[in-house]
Protein backbone atom coordinates (compact mmCIF):
# COMPACT_ATOMS: atom_id res chain seq x y z
CA UNK A 1 0.00 0.00 0.00
CA UNK A 2 3.02 2.34 -0.59
CA UNK A 3 1.85 5.87 -1.52
CA UNK A 4 -1.64 5.41 -1.25
CA UNK A 5 -4.05 7.25 1.14
CA UNK A 6 -4.66 5.58 4.40
CA UNK A 7 -8.07 4.59 4.71
CA UNK A 8 -10.19 7.47 7.06
CA UNK A 9 -12.90 5.58 9.51
CA UNK A 10 -15.48 6.97 10.75
CA UNK A 11 -17.09 5.13 14.04
CA UNK A 12 -20.73 4.38 15.18
CA UNK A 13 -21.14 3.95 18.54
CA UNK A 14 -18.50 3.59 22.43
CA UNK A 15 -18.81 -0.59 22.31
CA UNK A 16 -16.37 -2.17 24.31
CA UNK A 17 -15.26 -4.11 20.65
CA UNK A 18 -14.02 -0.96 19.48
CA UNK A 19 -10.55 -0.65 20.58
CA UNK A 20 -9.50 -4.15 20.03
CA UNK A 21 -10.98 -4.54 16.49
CA UNK A 22 -10.43 -1.08 15.25
CA UNK A 23 -8.42 1.63 17.44
CA UNK A 24 -5.33 -1.00 18.25
CA UNK A 25 -5.20 -2.39 15.47
CA UNK A 26 -5.05 0.76 13.25
CA UNK A 27 -2.55 2.38 15.23
CA UNK A 28 0.22 -0.27 14.05
CA UNK A 29 -1.07 0.26 10.61
CA UNK A 30 0.30 3.23 8.33
CA UNK A 31 -2.60 2.58 6.20
CA UNK A 32 -5.49 3.23 8.58
CA UNK A 33 -6.81 5.78 10.79
CA UNK A 34 -9.58 6.41 12.92
CA UNK A 35 -10.33 9.95 12.64
CA UNK A 36 -14.33 10.53 13.47
CA UNK A 37 -17.07 8.37 16.35
CA UNK A 38 -20.79 9.62 16.92
CA UNK A 39 -22.73 8.21 19.59
CA UNK A 40 -26.44 8.46 20.57
CA UNK A 41 -24.75 9.75 24.21
CA UNK A 42 -23.06 12.95 23.24
CA UNK A 43 -21.13 12.45 26.70
CA UNK A 44 -20.07 9.15 26.01
CA UNK A 45 -18.75 9.86 22.80
CA UNK A 46 -16.17 12.86 24.05
CA UNK A 47 -14.59 10.63 26.68
CA UNK A 48 -14.04 7.56 24.54
CA UNK A 49 -12.63 9.61 21.86
CA UNK A 50 -9.89 11.49 24.38
CA UNK A 51 -9.40 7.86 25.80
CA UNK A 52 -8.82 6.28 21.95
CA UNK A 53 -7.22 9.82 20.88
CA UNK A 54 -9.63 10.26 18.20
CA UNK A 55 -9.71 13.65 17.09
CA UNK A 56 -12.97 14.24 15.97
CA UNK A 57 -16.56 13.72 18.04
CA UNK A 58 -19.15 14.60 15.70
CA UNK A 59 -23.20 15.26 16.56
CA UNK A 60 -24.76 12.04 14.99
CA UNK A 61 -23.93 8.84 12.78
CA UNK A 62 -25.46 11.27 9.85
CA UNK A 63 -22.80 13.68 10.37
CA UNK A 64 -20.33 11.08 10.23
CA UNK A 65 -21.94 9.78 6.98
CA UNK A 66 -21.72 13.28 5.48
CA UNK A 67 -17.90 14.16 6.36
CA UNK A 68 -16.33 14.06 3.01
CA UNK A 69 -13.35 12.59 4.03
CA UNK A 70 -14.43 9.56 5.39
CA UNK A 71 -13.85 6.62 3.26
CA UNK A 72 -15.22 3.54 5.39
CA UNK A 73 -17.35 3.36 8.72
CA UNK A 74 -17.11 0.45 11.40
CA UNK A 75 -20.09 -0.32 12.82
CA UNK A 76 -20.41 -2.24 16.28
CA UNK A 77 -23.81 -1.10 16.66
CA UNK A 78 -26.55 -3.69 18.52
CA UNK A 79 -27.18 -6.50 15.75
CA UNK A 80 -30.84 -4.73 15.37
CA UNK A 81 -28.92 -1.92 13.98
CA UNK A 82 -26.31 -3.57 11.60
CA UNK A 83 -28.66 -3.40 8.49
CA UNK A 84 -30.31 -0.05 8.69
CA UNK A 85 -26.96 1.96 8.99
CA UNK A 86 -24.74 -0.31 6.65
CA UNK A 87 -27.07 0.24 4.14
CA UNK A 88 -27.54 3.75 4.70
CA UNK A 89 -23.59 4.16 4.97
CA UNK A 90 -23.43 2.39 1.43
CA UNK A 91 -25.73 4.45 0.35
CA UNK A 92 -23.64 7.54 1.30
CA UNK A 93 -20.51 6.06 -0.53
CA UNK A 94 -18.55 4.29 2.40
CA UNK A 95 -17.07 1.00 2.80
CA UNK A 96 -18.17 -0.74 5.49
CA UNK A 97 -16.75 -3.08 7.81
CA UNK A 98 -19.82 -4.81 10.03
CA UNK A 99 -19.90 -6.70 13.38
CA UNK A 100 -20.85 -10.47 13.21
CA UNK A 101 -23.80 -11.32 13.11
CA UNK A 102 -24.21 -9.36 10.09
CA UNK A 103 -27.75 -8.35 10.63
CA UNK A 104 -30.93 -9.64 12.69
CA UNK A 105 -32.19 -12.40 9.98
CA UNK A 106 -31.66 -13.29 6.27
CA UNK A 107 -33.69 -10.53 4.56
CA UNK A 108 -32.24 -7.51 5.94
CA UNK A 109 -28.35 -9.54 5.40
CA UNK A 110 -29.69 -9.92 1.97
CA UNK A 111 -30.79 -6.53 1.43
CA UNK A 112 -27.36 -5.20 2.84
CA UNK A 113 -25.48 -7.62 0.23
CA UNK A 114 -27.33 -6.13 -2.67
CA UNK A 115 -26.65 -2.66 -1.90
CA UNK A 116 -23.07 -3.09 -1.46
CA UNK A 117 -23.31 -5.07 -5.02
CA UNK A 118 -25.10 -2.09 -6.07
CA UNK A 119 -22.90 0.36 -5.04
CA UNK A 120 -19.46 -1.17 -5.20
CA UNK A 121 -18.29 -1.32 -2.64
CA UNK A 122 -17.15 -3.25 0.15
CA UNK A 123 -19.46 -5.03 2.92
CA UNK A 124 -17.38 -7.25 4.87
CA UNK A 125 -18.81 -8.98 8.26
CA UNK A 126 -15.66 -8.89 11.40
CA UNK A 127 -15.83 -12.48 11.32
CA UNK A 128 -12.34 -11.58 12.33
CA UNK A 129 -11.09 -15.40 13.18
CA UNK A 130 -11.12 -15.91 9.56
CA UNK A 131 -8.12 -14.00 8.91
CA UNK A 132 -6.12 -15.08 11.00
CA UNK A 133 -3.17 -18.46 9.77
CA UNK A 134 -5.11 -20.41 11.97
CA UNK A 135 -7.86 -20.84 10.02
CA UNK A 136 -6.03 -21.00 6.75
CA UNK A 137 -4.33 -24.07 8.52
CA UNK A 138 -7.25 -25.74 9.65
CA UNK A 139 -9.06 -25.73 6.69
CA UNK A 140 -5.74 -26.41 4.56
CA UNK A 141 -5.64 -29.45 6.55
CA UNK A 142 -9.07 -30.85 5.52
CA UNK A 143 -9.32 -30.07 2.05
CA UNK A 144 -6.13 -32.33 1.64
CA UNK A 145 -7.79 -35.04 3.40
CA UNK A 146 -5.13 -35.09 6.03
CA UNK A 147 -7.71 -37.05 8.26
CA UNK A 148 -9.86 -38.36 5.32
CA UNK A 149 -13.49 -37.98 4.58
CA UNK A 150 -15.07 -36.26 6.80
CA UNK A 151 -17.61 -37.79 9.25
CA UNK A 152 -18.38 -35.52 12.23
CA UNK A 153 -17.71 -31.56 12.87
CA UNK A 154 -18.18 -30.56 16.41
CA UNK A 155 -17.79 -26.45 17.86
CA UNK A 156 -18.32 -24.71 21.22
CA UNK A 157 -18.59 -21.68 22.17
CA UNK A 158 -19.81 -19.87 25.91
CA UNK A 159 -19.02 -16.43 27.47
CA UNK A 160 -20.84 -15.51 30.35
CA UNK A 161 -23.62 -13.03 30.67
CA UNK A 162 -25.87 -11.02 32.73
CA UNK A 163 -29.53 -10.04 32.11
CA UNK A 164 -28.51 -6.53 31.52
CA UNK A 165 -26.24 -7.57 28.68
CA UNK A 166 -27.58 -6.33 25.32
CA UNK A 167 -27.73 -9.47 24.41
CA UNK A 168 -30.53 -10.70 26.68
CA UNK A 169 -32.19 -8.06 24.76
CA UNK A 170 -34.98 -9.15 22.03
CA UNK A 171 -35.15 -5.81 20.27
CA UNK A 172 -31.93 -5.27 19.97
CA UNK A 173 -31.45 -8.92 17.51
CA UNK A 174 -29.80 -10.55 21.29
CA UNK A 175 -29.45 -14.09 21.76
CA UNK A 176 -26.49 -16.84 22.60
CA UNK A 177 -26.93 -17.79 18.70
CA UNK A 178 -26.59 -14.74 17.42
CA UNK A 179 -23.99 -13.83 19.62
CA UNK A 180 -21.54 -17.07 20.10
CA UNK A 181 -23.48 -19.54 17.88
CA UNK A 182 -22.61 -17.93 14.57
CA UNK A 183 -19.07 -18.69 14.94
CA UNK A 184 -19.37 -22.15 14.95
CA UNK A 185 -22.33 -22.33 12.41
CA UNK A 186 -19.53 -20.11 10.18
CA UNK A 187 -16.75 -22.27 11.14
CA UNK A 188 -18.77 -25.51 9.80
CA UNK A 189 -19.21 -24.04 6.58
CA UNK A 190 -15.69 -22.39 5.99
CA UNK A 191 -14.01 -25.51 7.16
CA UNK A 192 -15.99 -27.96 5.49
CA UNK A 193 -17.00 -26.13 1.98
CA UNK A 194 -20.22 -26.65 2.09
CA UNK A 195 -23.75 -24.96 3.29
CA UNK A 196 -24.85 -27.10 6.21
CA UNK A 197 -28.67 -28.25 6.96
CA UNK A 198 -30.19 -27.82 10.08
CA UNK A 199 -32.31 -30.96 11.23
CA UNK A 200 -32.98 -30.40 14.74
CA UNK A 201 -32.49 -27.84 17.45
CA UNK A 202 -33.19 -27.22 21.32
CA UNK A 203 -32.70 -24.00 23.60
CA UNK A 204 -32.65 -22.81 26.75
CA UNK A 205 -34.85 -19.97 26.81
CA UNK A 206 -34.67 -17.01 29.89
CA UNK A 207 -36.17 -13.43 28.82
CA UNK A 208 -38.81 -13.87 26.80
CA UNK A 209 -37.54 -15.34 23.42
CA UNK A 210 -34.48 -14.96 23.57
CA UNK A 211 -31.54 -18.52 24.12
CA UNK A 212 -29.13 -17.99 26.83
CA UNK A 213 -27.96 -21.52 25.47
CA UNK A 214 -28.68 -23.31 22.20
CA UNK A 215 -27.61 -27.00 21.14
CA UNK A 216 -28.05 -27.39 17.07
CA UNK A 217 -27.59 -30.36 14.97
CA UNK A 218 -26.98 -30.59 11.22
CA UNK A 219 -25.92 -32.46 8.17
CA UNK A 220 -23.86 -31.47 5.13
CA UNK A 221 -22.45 -33.76 2.19
CA UNK A 222 -23.21 -37.27 4.02
CA UNK A 223 -21.70 -35.75 7.37
CA UNK A 224 -23.20 -34.62 10.88
CA UNK A 225 -22.25 -31.65 13.03
CA UNK A 226 -23.22 -30.26 16.34
CA UNK A 227 -22.84 -26.82 17.40
CA UNK A 228 -23.41 -25.81 21.35
CA UNK A 229 -23.33 -21.93 22.62
CA UNK A 230 -24.11 -20.25 25.99
CA UNK A 231 -24.47 -17.40 27.62
CA UNK A 232 -25.73 -18.35 30.78
CA UNK A 233 -24.51 -16.20 33.97
CA UNK A 234 -22.80 -19.79 35.07
CA UNK A 235 -21.40 -21.17 32.03
CA UNK A 236 -17.52 -22.08 31.69
CA UNK A 237 -16.16 -19.49 29.10
CA UNK A 238 -14.43 -21.28 26.46
CA UNK A 239 -13.99 -22.25 22.52
CA UNK A 240 -13.23 -24.95 20.84
CA UNK A 241 -13.95 -26.80 17.66
CA UNK A 242 -13.40 -30.26 15.97
CA UNK A 243 -13.27 -32.29 12.92
CA UNK A 244 -13.81 -35.83 12.39
CA UNK A 245 -12.69 -38.16 9.81
CA UNK A 246 -12.15 -41.52 8.63
CA UNK A 247 -9.24 -41.80 9.26
CA UNK A 248 -8.69 -39.27 12.36
CA UNK A 249 -9.10 -36.06 13.89
CA UNK A 250 -8.56 -32.74 14.53
CA UNK A 251 -9.13 -30.69 17.65
CA UNK A 252 -8.27 -26.96 18.17
CA UNK A 253 -8.77 -24.79 21.02
CA UNK A 254 -9.83 -20.92 21.35
CA UNK A 255 -10.08 -21.05 17.09
CA UNK A 256 -12.35 -17.62 17.60
CA UNK A 257 -9.33 -15.71 19.08
CA UNK A 258 -6.29 -17.91 18.29
CA UNK A 259 -3.85 -14.62 19.00
CA UNK A 260 -4.86 -15.10 23.01
CA UNK A 261 -3.50 -18.59 22.72
CA UNK A 262 -4.42 -21.56 21.12
CA UNK A 263 -3.47 -25.17 20.55
CA UNK A 264 -4.33 -27.45 17.60
CA UNK A 265 -4.20 -31.36 17.87
CA UNK A 266 -4.02 -33.82 14.66
CA UNK A 267 -4.37 -37.33 14.84
CA UNK A 268 -4.25 -38.77 11.44
CA UNK A 269 -2.53 -42.25 9.85
CA UNK A 270 0.77 -40.88 9.91
CA UNK A 271 0.44 -40.24 13.54
CA UNK A 272 -0.40 -37.49 16.25
CA UNK A 273 1.13 -33.64 16.44
CA UNK A 274 0.21 -30.50 18.28
CA UNK A 275 0.56 -27.06 16.31
CA UNK A 276 0.46 -23.91 17.51
CA UNK A 277 0.02 -21.32 14.80
CA UNK A 278 1.91 -18.24 14.95
CA UNK A 279 0.62 -14.95 14.73
CA UNK A 280 -0.68 -11.52 15.29
CA UNK A 281 -4.47 -11.33 16.51
CA UNK A 282 -7.33 -12.09 14.16
CA UNK A 283 -8.51 -8.03 14.25
CA UNK A 284 -4.86 -6.69 12.84
CA UNK A 285 -5.22 -9.30 9.72
CA UNK A 286 -8.96 -8.23 9.46
CA UNK A 287 -8.07 -4.83 9.09
CA UNK A 288 -5.01 -5.23 6.83
CA UNK A 289 -7.78 -7.42 4.45
CA UNK A 290 -10.32 -4.84 4.53
CA UNK A 291 -7.79 -2.30 3.29
CA UNK A 292 -6.73 -4.43 0.76
CA UNK A 293 -9.87 -4.70 -0.81
CA UNK A 294 -10.44 -1.41 -1.06
CA UNK A 295 -7.26 -0.12 -1.75
CA UNK A 296 -6.12 -2.96 -4.28
CA UNK A 297 -9.25 -4.73 -4.92
CA UNK A 298 -8.56 -7.71 -3.51
CA UNK A 299 -11.26 -10.01 -2.23
CA UNK A 300 -12.57 -10.29 0.92
CA UNK A 301 -12.85 -13.71 2.95
CA UNK A 302 -16.42 -12.99 4.74
CA UNK A 303 -18.06 -10.28 2.43
CA UNK A 304 -21.57 -9.37 2.66
CA UNK A 305 -22.91 -12.65 0.64
CA UNK A 306 -21.46 -14.94 2.76
CA UNK A 307 -23.30 -12.85 5.50
CA UNK A 308 -26.34 -13.79 4.24
CA UNK A 309 -25.14 -17.93 4.20
CA UNK A 310 -24.76 -17.77 7.89
CA UNK A 311 -27.89 -15.54 8.76
CA UNK A 312 -30.10 -18.32 7.04
CA UNK A 313 -28.46 -20.89 8.81
CA UNK A 314 -29.15 -18.52 12.39
CA UNK A 315 -32.71 -18.33 10.86
CA UNK A 316 -32.80 -21.81 10.85
CA UNK A 317 -31.63 -22.58 14.04
CA UNK A 318 -33.92 -20.51 15.62
CA UNK A 319 -37.03 -21.88 13.63
CA UNK A 320 -35.79 -25.67 14.33
CA UNK A 321 -35.89 -24.67 17.91
CA UNK A 322 -39.73 -23.18 18.31
CA UNK A 323 -38.03 -19.85 18.43
CA UNK A 324 -38.92 -16.26 15.81
CA UNK A 325 -36.26 -15.17 13.74
CA UNK A 326 -34.66 -11.57 15.32
CA UNK A 327 -36.18 -8.53 13.62
CA UNK A 328 -38.96 -10.06 12.40
CA UNK A 329 -42.02 -9.15 14.59
CA UNK A 330 -43.94 -11.54 15.93
CA UNK A 331 -41.47 -14.66 14.16
CA UNK A 332 -43.70 -14.10 11.05
CA UNK A 333 -42.83 -16.11 8.13
CA UNK A 334 -40.66 -14.56 5.77
CA UNK A 335 -42.57 -12.95 2.85
CA UNK A 336 -42.01 -11.00 -0.08
CA UNK A 337 -39.55 -9.77 -2.54
CA UNK A 338 -36.44 -9.27 -0.27
CA UNK A 339 -37.34 -12.70 1.11
CA UNK A 340 -37.75 -14.55 -1.86
CA UNK A 341 -34.21 -13.16 -3.25
CA UNK A 342 -32.79 -14.43 0.05
CA UNK A 343 -33.97 -17.93 -0.97
CA UNK A 344 -33.41 -17.51 -4.66
CA UNK A 345 -29.61 -15.72 -4.52
CA UNK A 346 -26.79 -17.69 -6.07
CA UNK A 347 -25.27 -17.85 -2.57
CA UNK A 348 -27.59 -20.92 -1.89
CA UNK A 349 -24.94 -22.88 -3.84
CA UNK A 350 -24.48 -25.72 -2.21
CA UNK A 351 -20.76 -26.29 -1.99
CA UNK A 352 -18.50 -22.97 -1.17
CA UNK A 353 -15.31 -21.68 -2.60
Not at 69 to 94: F, Q, T, V
Amino acid sequence: MVNQPPVRFGVFGTARIVPKALIQPAEQLDCVEVVAIASRDPARAREFATANRITRVLPSYEDVLAAPDIEAIYIPLPNSLHGEWSIRALRAGKHVLCEKPIASNAVEAQQMAEVAEETGLILAEAFHYRYHPLAARVRGLLQEGRIGRIRRFEGHFAAPGTPTDIRFDWELSGGATMDLGCYPLNMISYFSGHIPVVRHAEAEVGPPKIDISMQADLEFDGATARITCSMAPDTRAGAWFRAIGESGEVFVTNPVAPHRGHSMAIRSSIGEQREIIQGRTTYLYQLQAFVAAIRNNQPIATPGSEGVINMRLIDDVYRAAGLPCRGLPGGMAIIGSAAEAALKSPVSRNNLS
